[in-house]
């Protein structure tokens, strides 16, 4: 059809798919109200667990035999030509496994040594060892992965999910993150921003130690009926105001000011992970009075149970370039295994045995991957092993909310170098995330400056055989 | 690079159309007195539209060869292609020579029959027969319109399922007026033959068929099928293909004749359809087997209102469903009058929570009259196995969550009449962990799960390694 017809096209209406993809509605005096999914998804929540820095696949889910028969010996020049790596030069050497690789449960999956806890669960999850991804650097690479962009500014696949379904639980955020490692990721807070949809729907960071939201507590001297008599105050001037004017954003504000009451003493409970019996305690490996992973993972667990939509876990730490022992592969990268190890590995049968995993999609995984050559950082050799970023394979792992339970999904070539079969990209895990809860990504749109936006742009598919 | 000159052909043709028509016009103007001018324009005109059939004419001849046209249907076209070329300088000799007789003004008539005409069937060759028709009947893809199957069990593999497909999504440009890779596949034969690739599709394997591998490629990969400006095969007919081929790609057999996984039954149930329609209605909707395929009249929305005043949250599980979920999250007191308005909605209730709320026994009445629930939380109430049984009376529950209640193996049992049931959480009940074995025997189609789970603790759990560990 030439421009012509797409112009007649467009005059007599009969173009079906712009109809279809009109905008979710949006209320804004209930901005987190439940809503539709647009058809009945698998799924109700998602934990989403980054391991920001990028752990290695190499030494977790990608067996390499071939590669160790390599190790030592200089990188062929065919692995090099016309390739661009974030620190290696010249020619590095190749670095075979540094962990033992054993399979696992009646599905036999690969698992390395690094991971005791996790290869008992083999049989719950799918492994994907053909992602692959366009950016080498963290801060891109991890907008991409929970933006659709490697530049600021779009909404969060938990913002995106929250705006399109709304949260349960009006006491508490649709939208929660937690962080630990010590530092946040690179791409700082931009991976949980609401980018154009309304910020309401953006992440809503709480701390694992002293108080989970920042100044949630009532200032010294005021009272909760003193705090709620003076919301009310505020809300009846705002009332007026909206009368007066129409802005729906008034309403917006004046559901926030009732929201941020409730939470005042819901987000303390939910938050508070003593409460919890000892063995759970010990089923986590949980830290109390510390800002750790594993605590991190049973406050998730928490929060879904209480019908928060979206928790977005990101974990620092995960960089292992070799340049000192905290991030040599065969050192540091290993501590950074035993501290998610039992945690992650708690979540998912936690979740089973109350019956949560079908309707919670959890995953794991990285911004990228690992080169298969040992890091030569400008040229010389790193004092410790490591590997530099990589952006042709990595691994990630998916469990409950409908994927299909010990499957592994798309190959590497023999030595981990390049996905060969079934290559993911970021756009394609975001499309299936949506599509498990409920949303078809190329119909879930926001209008933004005159066109509508996706989460998952011009790309993406629905990895249609690992959902089960 | 012949054939790169040939595709020029498409933008070509307007040229003579254009260029001819409107000196025609002119020639006509240039009768009358008040236009006498244009005259002098129209031997040009003719001599630029003539040069550009001449042009339009070879370039057509050469995308002909590349053979993704059917000749049959080019042939006609063809020839009056080349009548215009030739008429048009037969007009434009006659008109240099002031020869302008009879000959000549029926030579003009007849060119402009010739352009309209060979434009048409030039159109018909790019956009299918009927694309000019089939806009008379209200849409531009009627003819999409997919016939009636009432029972997909009884519907023909091949002819009610997977044709119907390839005629919506390949038929245009591999179907009777074009066969680009030359291959056609609107008749059987011709389809099992293949293309200039070779075999398009290998019978009983999926993963070597041509046909599949084209339609996985990523969507910007140049060998995609469909190209990806073109409508795409939904999951679905992706999926329905495939478990034809996998089935040995049989033009005569039925559905029920061929083995169904039971991953395939909801897609397969997906397709039928007592009206016929097109593919475009829920296109990404994987039939879900949480929610029934027959259709329900919608609730009341009075008692949704009164529930939700209540305290309840009731959300429909989908756009365009009138199924229903409640839950309690956000509050723990289960009174009668609740129950009762929960009760109202049985026919569309698909899914109760009633988790961490004070529900007891006495619920059970109410709870037990819901019989279209599907899935059912108990967790954390205070149920115990005094009414368990009436639980039976819900014939489609699928799933069922009892976990940190009361309940006994005693208890339980009596639900292995639940012949849907698939799912039972136990996790913190009271059932005795040394009957565990003998009560899941009672179950053979469901699975209890009695949770429980330990994660060990290892010493490297806490260890730090300082150094590397030599291997």
């Known amino acids: 059809m030439g421009m012509g017809g797409l112009a007649l096209a467009a005059l007599f209406g009969c173009n079906s798919k712009s109809t279809a993809t009109a905008p979710i509605a949006f209320d804004p005096a209930h901005p987190l109200l439940p809503k539709l999914p647009q058809f009945p998804g698998k799924a109700k929540s998602v934990i989403y667990m980054h391991m920001a820095g990028a752990p290695s696949q190499l030494e977790l889910f990608d067996y390499k035999p071939e590669l160790m028969k390599m190790d030592g010996q200089e990188c062929p020049p065919s692995l090099l030509a016309g390739k661009k790596f974030a620190f290696i030069r010249g020619v590095p050497k190749m670095l075979g496994p540094q962990a033992k690789f054993a399979q696992h449960g009646e599905s ?19 492994i994907i060892k053909s992602m692959t991804t366009d950016q080498f650097n963290h801060a891109p690479a991890q907008l991409l992965m929970h933006t659709g962009t490697p530049r600021l500014g779009r909404p969060s696949i938990g913002s995106w999910v929250t705006y399109g379904l709304g949260s349960e639980n009006q006491n508490l955020p649709g939208f929660v993150v937690l962080t630990s490692g010590g530092r946040f990721p690179d791409a700082g807070k931009s991976v949980w921003g609401s980018g154009f949809l309304p910020s309401v729907y953006q992440g809503v960071q709480c701390r694992s130690e002293g108080d989970p939201v920042l100044f949630i507590e009532d200032p010294h001297g005021m009272d909760r009926d003193l705090r709620k008599a003076s919301i009310d105050a505020i809300n009846k001037v705002n009332e007026e105001s909206y009368k007066e004017f129409n802005d729906p954003e008034i309403l917006s504000r004046i559901s926030q000011y009732e929201m941020a009451y409730n939470m005042q003493i819901s987000v303390p409970e939910v938050m508070n992970i003593n409460n919890e019996p000892q063995y759970i305690h010990d089923m986590y490996g949980t830290q109390p009075g510390k800002a750790c992973f594993a605590n991190n993972v049973l406050l998730a667990r928490k929060l879904v149970e209480k019908g928060v939509r979206f928790v977005q876990l990101f974990d620092w730490g995960w960089d292992s370039h070799g340049t000192d022992s905290s991030t040599a592969i065969d050192v540091g990268f290993i501590n950074k295994c035993r501290q998610v190890d039992k945690a992650k590995t708690a979540l998912i049968l936690d979740l089973k045995q109350r019956g949560l995993l079908d309707e919670t999609l959890v995953i794991w995984g990285g911004e990228f991957g690992r080169t298969p050559m040992m890091e ?18 990595f691994s990630i792992w998916m469990a409950g909310g409908g994927i299909k339970k010990g499957h592994s999904y798309g190959e590497t070539d023999e030595i981990g170098y390049s996905a060969v079969t079934n290559k993911v990209e970021p756009f394609d895990v975001q499309a299936t995330i949506l599509n498990q809860l409920g949303f078809d990504h190329e119909q879930f749109t926001y209008p933004f400056q005159g066109r509508p936006f996706r989460l998952t742009d011009v790309k993406g598919r629905v990895l249609t055989d690992i959902v089960g | 690079m012949l054939e790169f000159l040939g595709r020029f052909h498409p933008v070509l043709v307007h040229l003579p159309i ?12 240039s009768t009358k007195e008040k236009y006498a001018g244009l005259s002098e324009a129209v031997t040009i005109s003719l001599l630029i539209g003539m040069l550009s059939a001449f042009a339009s004419c070879i370039t057509g001849y050469l995308l002909s060869l590349s053979g993704e046209y059917d000749r049959s249907a080019i042939s006609w076209h063809m020839w009056m292609g080349f009548g215009v070329a030739i008429v048009s300088a037969l007009l434009y000799v006659r008109r240099i020579n002031n020869r302008r007789d009879k000959i000549y003004k029926i030579m003009s008539g007849a060119l402009v029959l010739l352009i309209i005409i060979t434009g048409h069937l030039g159109g018909n060759l790019t956009h299918g027969a009927d694309y000019l028709t089939s806009a008379l009947e209200g849409k531009a893809d009627a003819k999409f319109k ?12 091949y002819n009610d399922l997977v044709q119907p497909i390839l005629a919506e999504k390949c038929f245009s440009c591999h179907g009777p007026t074009k066969q680009k890779g030359k291959l056609r596949m609107d008749q059987q034969e011709l389809l099992m033959k293949g293309g200039k690739d070779g075999v398009v599709i290998k019978p009983g394997n999926t993963d070597e068929s041509e046909i599949i591998k084209r339609v996985l490629l990523p969507r910007e990969d140049e060998h995609h099928m469909s190209p990806k400006e073109k409508p795409q095969l939904t999951q679905k007919e ?25 991953s395939i039954k909801p897609v397969l149930l997906s397709f039928q359809n007592a009206e016929g329609g097109s593919s475009e209605e829920g296109s990404a909707t994987i039939a879900d087997k949480d929610i029934p395929a027959e259709q329900v009249t919608k609730a009341d929305e009075k008692t949704i209102d009164a529930l939700r005043k209540a305290g309840a949250i009731v959300i429909p599980v989908a756009q365009n469903s009138n199924y229903l979920q409640v839950n309690f999250l956000n509050d723990t007191v289960i009174t009668p009058e609740k129950l009762q308005l929960i009760v109202q909605l049985k026919k569309q209730l698909v899914s109760l929570k009633l988790s961490n709320t004070n529900t007891n026994d006495a619920a059970l009445d109410a709870i037990a009259q819901c019989t279209s629930l599907i899935k059912l939380f108990l967790d954390h109430t205070l149920i115990t196995d005094k009414d368990l049984s009436k639980l039976n009376n819900l014939s489609k529950l699928r799933y069922l969550n009892l976990v940190g209640t009361a309940v006994t193996a005693n ?61």
């Open chain 2, 18 to 29: 254009g260029i001819l028509l409107i000196a025609l016009l002119m020639q006509y103007l």
């Open chain 2, 238 to 262: 992706i999926t329905v293909i495939k478990w034809w081929i996998g089935n040995g790609a049989p033009f005569d057999k039925k559905v029920n004749q061929l083995p169904q996984a039971d």
């Open chain 1, 108 to 126: 036999r999956l690969w698992i390395s040594e690094n991971l005791p806890h996790f290869s008992t669960i083999a049989d719950e999850v799918t």
């Open chain 2, 146 to 157: 997919r016939k009636p199957i009432p029972d997909v069990q009884q519907a023909m593999a």
């Open chain 1, 376 to 393: 030569n950082r400008e040229g010389k050799q790193n004092p410790f092993k490591g590997r530099d970023h990589h952006t042709e394979a």
């Open chain 2, 411 to 471: 208890g339980i049992k009596p639900l292995a009449q639940l012949k849907q049931l698939k799912r039972i959480y136990l996790y913190q009940t009271k059932v005795d962990k040394t009957l565990w074995a003998e009560l899941q025997k009672q179950f053979p189609s469901a699975k209890l799960d009695s949770g429980g789970y330990i994660v060990p603790s290892f010493p490297s759990d806490t260890s730090l390694v300082q150094r590397p560990i030599v291997q």
